[in-house]
């Protein structure tokens, strides 16, 4: 346990300084605190050998084995997210909270880009899934997974509403780790997923920035 807390305690401080900033500093500044949000994370699990960019690329290079379960895995994720746009659309009253990132220019779009395309499948899967995610017992399994679960979404909304919707965002994630093992199978079905969701968001912005 105390191992546990030692590995994910500068994360959860890393989260909760993010949290209490989107409350003090103005929304058109958040694109840049995400960012920092992400680049932080990926810093300290560089430096504490927690991620591997050779490890992922070798997983990408494994073959058939390895792209049947990110294909599950992403279609997965993105019905998770369709089924979280149907509820908003049924509860449109209800607040989602969703931390709102805007890129107008050259420089913010790059930043929005890499900082919800990228750097979320490294960072997110690394700390939310391989990190809190604890197999010692099927107990510690379903409480971490929980705590997981729940953090992921506190990154992303503000509200009751928006966490929980979130939370479903993260349930096909964190079975698919469950149940492989592998990280680098939702980090890979993550970035899909994003590649599909924001890329058409900055494809979009390209075109009105022109």
């Known amino acids: 346990m105390s191992n546990y807390i030692r590995k994910n305690m500068i994360p959860i401080i890393?989260?909760?300084a993010f949290i209490i900033s989107c409350f003090i500093i103005p929304t058109e500044y958040f694109i840049y605190t995400n960012f920092i949000f992400y680049l932080l994370l990926l810093v300290y699990f560089c430096i504490k050998k927690d991620f591997s960019l050779k490890e992922w690329l070798n997983n990408i290079k494994s073959g058939k084995g390895f792209w049947k379960q990110v294909i599950i895995t992403a279609f997965l994720f993105i019905m998770a997210i369709i089924i979280t746009?149907?509820?908003?659309?049924?509860f449109p009253k209800y607040n989602?909270?969703?931390?709102?990132?805007?890129?107008?220019?050259?420089l913010t779009l790059t930043i929005f880009a890499i900082s919800t395309i990228l750097l979320p499948a490294i960072t997110e899967e690394t700390f939310y899934r391989k990190n809190l995610i604890s197999f010692q017992s099927k107990g510690i399994l379903l409480i971490t997974t929980l705590l997981s679960m729940f953090l992921y979404a506190l990154e992303h909304s503000l509200t009751i509403w928006g966490?929980?919707?979130t939370m479903i965002w993260a349930l096909p994630l964190s079975i698919s780790y469950i149940k492989t093992k592998n990280i680098y199978v939702p980090m890979t079905a993550h970035f899909i997923g994003n590649l599909l969701g924001n890329g058409i968001d900055v494809i979009m912005a390209i075109i009105l920035i022109i």
């Open 96 to 106: 989602t909270g969703m931390i709102a990132l805007r890129g107008n220019s050259g």
């Open 85 to 90: 746009m149907i509820l908003e659309n049924i």
């Open 14 to 16: 890393i989260e909760t």
């Open 163 to 165: 966490i929980f919707l």
